[in-house]
Every structure is written in structure tokens, then in C-alpha cells.
């Protein structure tokens, strides 16, 4: 059985939506009007949730499984990544302004 298969997706729901809004809230500036959110701070955060979740589940408990995992991980993040990235470019993700640390002032 995988890991990453969804078993309540009202739960999976509110969890994301939770950890969204933690990660907006944290980043939040003084005045409230504004979040800078380091992208790679979150990623590596994030990661370490997921490393908390698969190491204390069974599916990471011999190492052909943990490999599993981790390409399954890898495989959905590159096809969640393709679908924001065009919601992105179509205008789609709503007042949402990206600006990249190398174009920050």
C-alpha cells in the first residue's frame, strides 16, 4: 500500500489548507499587508515533515520501500509542480505575486 494514498480527502483538505496558512502566517510582514516567503526554507521544512511522517510508517521500513516511496514522492512533485506552474502562467492562483530572491531589492 502507498503512502501517499489518500484514504480521507476532507482531512488531506484542511491539513494542506492548514499548513498553507501557517506558512503565510509565519512570513507575514510587520503591517500584516504582505508575506515574504523564503520558498527554499519552506521546501526544507516541509521535507522534514514528510521524513517525520514516512519514518515513523512501516512503508519506509526496509529500504526497497523507502526507495519506493521516495520516487513516488518524487514523481508527484514533479507533476504538481507542471499543473501550478501553468495555473501560474494562466493567471490562475488569484492576487499571488512571486518575486524570486535574486530579483528582491
Avoid: W
Amino acid at each position: 500500500m502507498s503512502m501517499l494514498e489518500i484514504k480521507n480527502a476532507d482531512y488531506r483538505d484542511r491539513v494542506q489548507a492548514a499548513l498553507l496558512q501557517a506558512i503565510v502566517d509565519v512570513s507575514r510582514s510587520e503591517d500584516g499587508r504582505s508575506a515574504a516567503i523564503l520558498s527554499g526554507d519552506v521546501v526544507d521544512a516541509c521535507l522534514s515533515v514528510v521524513a517525520l511522517m514516512a519514518g515513523t510508517s512501516n512503508v519506509t521500513a526496509v529500504p526497497s520501500r523507502a526507495r519506493q516511496f521516495a520516487e513516488e514522492c518524487g514523481q508527484t512533485i514533479r507533476r504538481r509542480s507542471a499543473e501550478i506552474r501553468l495555473c501560474h502562467e494562466r493567471g490562475e492562483l488569484g492576487s499571488m505575486t512571486v518575486v524570486h530572491a535574486e530579483d528582491r531589492q
